[in-house]
């Protein structure tokens, strides 16, 4: 079992910056690429951006490019979020997931944190 704890979410306004943080325990081994995934409130959760165990690929959604900036440092298990120029549809509850390999499709990660609320006001 992995287990996955987001922090950082809050409550902003527009053009505010955010870094959430996706912190891993337990058998890391079994992950590997780490996703971000929003989910607003009664719509599907949606794909962010991922990275790859090596931090050498990464990959946005087209909604966030130029924006928001995924890294990680695997010495402290954690994956960060960093999210600058938001705005109000930016609002959501934001969830880190792992996997092998990278994907962007929620249903093909193994491993869930319970979520972080960001909210960005107008």
């Known amino acids: 079992q992995v287990q996955l704890v987001e922090s950082g979410g809050g409550l902003v306004q527009a053009g505010d910056s955010l870094r959430l943080s996706c912190a891993a325990s337990?058998?890391?081994?079994?992950?590997?690429?780490m996703g971000w995934f929003g989910q607003a409130p009664g719509k599907e959760r949606e794909f962010v951006a991922v990275i790859s165990w090596s931090g050498g690929y990464t990959y946005y959604a087209d909604s966030v490019k130029g924006r928001f900036t995924i890294s990680r440092d695997n010495a402290k298990n954690t994956v960060y979020l960093q999210m600058n120029s938001l705005k109000p549809e930016d609002t959501a509850v934001y969830y880190c997931?792992?996997?092998?390999?990278?994907?962007?499709?929620?249903?093909?990660?193994?491993?869930w944190g319970q979520g972080t609320q960001v909210t960005v006001s107008s």
């Open positions: 997931a792992t996997r092998r390999a990278p994907s962007v499709l929620a249903s093909d990660y193994d491993y």
């Open positions: 337990g058998r890391t081994s079994s992950s590997g690429a």
